[in-house]
T-cell receptor, first 114, second 116 residues
Framework: AQTVTQSQPEMSVQEAETVTLSCTYD???????LFWYKQPPSRQMILVIR??????QNATENRFSVNFQKAAKSFSLKISDSQLGDAAMYFC???????????FGAGTILRVKS | DTEVTQTPKHLVMGMTNKKSLKCEQH?????MYWYKQKAKKPPELMFV???????INESVPSRFSPECPNSSLLNLHLHALQPEDSALYLC???????????????FGPGTRLTVL
Protein backbone atom coordinates (compact mmCIF):
# COMPACT_ATOMS: atom_id res chain seq x y z
CA ALA A 1 0.00 0.00 0.00
CA GLN A 2 1.11 3.51 -0.71
CA THR A 3 1.89 5.84 2.17
CA VAL A 4 2.73 9.53 2.40
CA THR A 5 4.68 10.96 5.33
CA GLN A 6 4.95 14.58 6.34
CA SER A 7 7.35 14.66 9.25
CA GLN A 8 6.85 18.33 10.19
CA PRO A 9 3.57 18.86 12.06
CA GLU A 10 4.19 22.62 12.20
CA MET A 11 6.53 25.12 10.57
CA SER A 12 6.99 28.86 10.95
CA VAL A 13 8.44 31.35 8.53
CA GLN A 14 9.02 35.08 8.59
CA GLU A 15 7.19 37.08 5.96
CA ALA A 16 9.25 37.47 2.75
CA GLU A 17 11.50 34.54 3.64
CA THR A 18 11.69 31.05 2.18
CA VAL A 19 10.43 27.84 3.75
CA THR A 20 10.58 24.22 2.68
CA LEU A 21 7.97 21.62 3.62
CA SER A 22 9.03 17.97 3.51
CA CYS A 23 7.18 14.99 2.13
CA THR A 24 8.26 11.41 1.54
CA TYR A 25 6.20 8.62 0.10
CA ASP A 26 6.37 4.92 -0.41
CA UNK A 27 5.14 3.12 -3.49
CA UNK A 28 6.12 0.21 -5.68
CA UNK A 29 4.61 1.91 -8.72
CA UNK A 30 6.72 3.83 -11.25
CA UNK A 31 3.97 5.96 -12.79
CA UNK A 32 2.15 8.31 -10.46
CA UNK A 33 1.35 11.91 -9.61
CA LEU A 34 2.27 13.95 -6.57
CA PHE A 35 0.41 17.00 -5.34
CA TRP A 36 0.61 19.72 -2.76
CA TYR A 37 -2.71 21.05 -1.54
CA LYS A 38 -3.19 24.06 0.70
CA GLN A 39 -6.06 24.34 3.16
CA PRO A 40 -6.40 27.76 4.81
CA PRO A 41 -8.65 28.40 7.79
CA SER A 42 -11.59 28.80 5.39
CA ARG A 43 -11.03 25.02 4.87
CA GLN A 44 -11.23 25.01 1.06
CA MET A 45 -8.62 22.63 -0.33
CA ILE A 46 -6.67 24.44 -3.02
CA LEU A 47 -4.24 22.80 -5.43
CA VAL A 48 -0.83 24.41 -5.12
CA ILE A 49 1.30 22.34 -7.46
CA ARG A 50 1.36 19.00 -9.28
CA UNK A 51 4.25 16.80 -10.36
CA UNK A 52 4.13 13.91 -12.81
CA UNK A 53 6.55 11.17 -11.82
CA UNK A 54 7.78 10.53 -15.36
CA UNK A 55 8.86 14.17 -15.72
CA UNK A 56 12.30 14.83 -14.34
CA GLN A 57 11.86 18.58 -14.35
CA ASN A 58 10.64 19.99 -11.05
CA ALA A 59 7.26 21.72 -11.22
CA THR A 60 7.03 25.44 -10.51
CA GLU A 61 4.05 27.73 -9.95
CA ASN A 62 5.07 31.32 -9.28
CA ARG A 63 6.50 31.39 -5.73
CA PHE A 64 5.96 27.66 -5.24
CA SER A 65 8.39 25.03 -6.47
CA VAL A 66 9.09 21.42 -5.69
CA ASN A 67 12.20 19.34 -5.29
CA PHE A 68 11.22 15.94 -6.66
CA GLN A 69 13.70 13.17 -5.97
CA LYS A 70 12.17 10.02 -7.42
CA ALA A 71 14.85 7.60 -6.30
CA ALA A 72 14.67 8.92 -2.77
CA LYS A 73 10.84 9.13 -2.93
CA SER A 74 10.97 12.67 -1.71
CA PHE A 75 8.75 15.58 -2.76
CA SER A 76 9.40 18.80 -0.88
CA LEU A 77 7.64 22.13 -1.42
CA LYS A 78 9.56 25.39 -1.38
CA ILE A 79 7.66 28.62 -0.81
CA SER A 80 9.66 31.73 -1.67
CA ASP A 81 8.88 35.26 -0.52
CA SER A 82 6.35 33.96 2.00
CA GLN A 83 3.19 35.98 2.42
CA LEU A 84 0.64 36.13 5.23
CA GLY A 85 -1.86 34.50 2.91
CA ASP A 86 0.36 31.41 2.70
CA ALA A 87 -0.56 30.50 6.28
CA ALA A 88 -2.48 27.24 6.03
CA MET A 89 -2.35 23.49 6.46
CA TYR A 90 -0.39 21.94 3.59
CA PHE A 91 -1.08 18.38 2.49
CA CYS A 92 1.17 16.30 0.31
CA UNK A 93 -0.73 13.71 -1.72
CA UNK A 94 0.04 10.77 -4.01
CA UNK A 95 -2.04 9.16 -6.70
CA UNK A 96 -1.16 6.18 -8.83
CA UNK A 97 -1.54 7.14 -12.47
CA UNK A 98 -4.21 4.49 -13.07
CA UNK A 99 -6.12 4.88 -9.84
CA UNK A 100 -8.68 7.35 -8.50
CA UNK A 101 -7.57 7.40 -4.91
CA UNK A 102 -5.54 10.26 -3.43
CA UNK A 103 -3.33 9.21 -0.53
CA PHE A 104 -2.72 12.16 1.78
CA GLY A 105 0.00 12.85 4.29
CA ALA A 106 -0.91 14.01 7.79
CA GLY A 107 -0.36 17.66 6.89
CA THR A 108 1.96 20.48 7.96
CA ILE A 109 0.62 23.64 9.55
CA LEU A 110 2.50 26.64 8.19
CA ARG A 111 2.49 29.84 10.23
CA VAL A 112 3.71 33.08 8.67
CA LYS A 113 4.98 35.77 11.00
CA SER A 114 4.86 39.45 10.14
CA ASP B 1 -13.30 27.61 -14.43
CA THR B 2 -12.24 25.21 -11.71
CA GLU B 3 -15.17 25.73 -9.39
CA VAL B 4 -16.92 23.07 -7.38
CA THR B 5 -19.82 24.33 -5.29
CA GLN B 6 -21.33 22.73 -2.21
CA THR B 7 -24.51 23.45 -0.31
CA PRO B 8 -25.24 24.05 2.46
CA LYS B 9 -22.10 25.58 3.98
CA HIS B 10 -23.18 24.58 7.47
CA LEU B 11 -25.65 21.96 8.64
CA VAL B 12 -26.80 21.05 12.13
CA MET B 13 -28.95 17.97 12.47
CA GLY B 14 -30.27 15.64 15.11
CA MET B 15 -29.59 11.94 15.13
CA THR B 16 -33.08 11.16 13.86
CA ASN B 17 -33.09 13.68 11.01
CA LYS B 18 -32.70 13.04 7.30
CA LYS B 19 -30.74 15.61 5.35
CA SER B 20 -28.77 15.85 2.11
CA LEU B 21 -25.56 17.50 1.02
CA LYS B 22 -25.26 18.74 -2.52
CA CYS B 23 -22.25 19.17 -4.78
CA GLU B 24 -22.19 20.67 -8.27
CA GLN B 25 -19.49 21.16 -10.88
CA HIS B 26 -19.60 22.58 -14.41
CA UNK B 27 -16.12 21.68 -15.56
CA UNK B 28 -17.25 18.71 -17.63
CA UNK B 29 -15.63 16.32 -15.18
CA UNK B 30 -16.99 12.79 -15.12
CA UNK B 31 -15.55 11.65 -11.80
CA MET B 32 -16.82 12.98 -8.47
CA TYR B 33 -15.78 12.24 -4.91
CA TRP B 34 -16.97 12.57 -1.32
CA TYR B 35 -14.45 12.99 1.48
CA LYS B 36 -14.87 13.31 5.24
CA GLN B 37 -12.40 15.48 7.12
CA LYS B 38 -11.96 15.82 10.86
CA ALA B 39 -10.21 18.87 12.30
CA LYS B 40 -6.46 18.97 11.65
CA LYS B 41 -6.58 15.63 9.82
CA PRO B 42 -6.29 14.82 6.13
CA PRO B 43 -9.44 14.10 4.13
CA GLU B 44 -10.64 10.50 4.10
CA LEU B 45 -12.15 9.18 0.91
CA MET B 46 -15.73 7.94 1.22
CA PHE B 47 -17.09 7.42 -2.30
CA VAL B 48 -16.05 7.80 -5.93
CA UNK B 49 -18.41 8.06 -8.88
CA UNK B 50 -17.10 7.63 -12.40
CA UNK B 51 -19.45 8.24 -15.32
CA UNK B 52 -22.31 8.49 -12.83
CA UNK B 53 -21.65 4.99 -11.52
CA UNK B 54 -20.37 4.23 -8.03
CA UNK B 55 -16.84 2.88 -8.47
CA ILE B 56 -15.43 3.09 -4.93
CA ASN B 57 -17.13 2.77 -1.55
CA GLU B 58 -14.57 2.87 1.23
CA SER B 59 -16.67 0.71 3.57
CA VAL B 60 -18.78 3.68 4.59
CA PRO B 61 -21.71 2.99 6.98
CA SER B 62 -25.10 2.75 5.28
CA ARG B 63 -26.34 5.85 7.10
CA PHE B 64 -24.44 7.70 4.35
CA SER B 65 -26.03 7.18 0.94
CA PRO B 66 -24.48 8.78 -2.15
CA GLU B 67 -26.32 9.58 -5.33
CA CYS B 68 -25.13 10.91 -8.68
CA PRO B 69 -28.24 12.00 -10.64
CA ASN B 70 -26.20 13.39 -13.56
CA SER B 71 -22.65 14.20 -14.54
CA SER B 72 -22.70 17.60 -12.80
CA LEU B 73 -24.39 16.72 -9.53
CA LEU B 74 -23.45 14.63 -6.54
CA ASN B 75 -25.58 14.22 -3.44
CA LEU B 76 -24.89 12.67 -0.07
CA HIS B 77 -28.01 11.60 1.81
CA LEU B 78 -27.69 11.44 5.57
CA HIS B 79 -29.89 9.47 7.93
CA ALA B 80 -29.60 8.45 11.59
CA LEU B 81 -26.14 9.93 11.96
CA GLN B 82 -24.07 9.78 15.11
CA PRO B 83 -22.28 12.68 16.84
CA GLU B 84 -18.94 11.22 15.69
CA ASP B 85 -20.07 11.87 12.11
CA SER B 86 -19.66 15.59 12.74
CA ALA B 87 -16.97 16.75 10.32
CA LEU B 88 -16.26 18.77 7.20
CA TYR B 89 -17.58 16.96 4.12
CA LEU B 90 -15.68 17.78 0.98
CA CYS B 91 -16.70 17.13 -2.58
CA UNK B 92 -14.18 16.94 -5.41
CA UNK B 93 -14.27 16.34 -9.14
CA UNK B 94 -11.81 15.36 -11.85
CA UNK B 95 -11.62 13.91 -15.29
CA UNK B 96 -11.82 10.13 -15.09
CA UNK B 97 -8.77 8.19 -16.08
CA UNK B 98 -9.82 7.24 -19.57
CA UNK B 99 -10.15 10.82 -20.77
CA UNK B 100 -7.05 12.53 -19.49
CA UNK B 101 -3.54 11.69 -18.47
CA UNK B 102 -3.66 14.28 -15.77
CA UNK B 103 -6.77 14.30 -13.62
CA UNK B 104 -6.21 16.58 -10.74
CA UNK B 105 -8.99 16.60 -8.19
CA UNK B 106 -10.55 20.00 -7.56
CA PHE B 107 -12.28 20.46 -4.25
CA GLY B 108 -15.36 22.36 -3.18
CA PRO B 109 -15.46 24.53 -0.05
CA GLY B 110 -17.08 21.81 2.02
CA THR B 111 -20.12 21.47 4.25
CA ARG B 112 -19.47 21.67 7.97
CA LEU B 113 -21.80 19.12 9.55
CA THR B 114 -22.68 19.01 13.23
CA VAL B 115 -24.72 16.09 14.56
CA LEU B 116 -26.36 16.69 17.92
Amino acid sequence: AQTVTQSQPEMSVQEAETVTLSCTYDTSESDYYLFWYKQPPSRQMILVIRQEAYKQQNATENRFSVNFQKAAKSFSLKISDSQLGDAAMYFCAYRWRYGNKLVFGAGTILRVKS
Amino acid sequence: DTEVTQTPKHLVMGMTNKKSLKCEQHMGHRAMYWYKQKAKKPPELMFVYSYEKLSINESVPSRFSPECPNSSLLNLHLHALQPEDSALYLCASSQPLRLASTDTQYFGPGTRLTVL
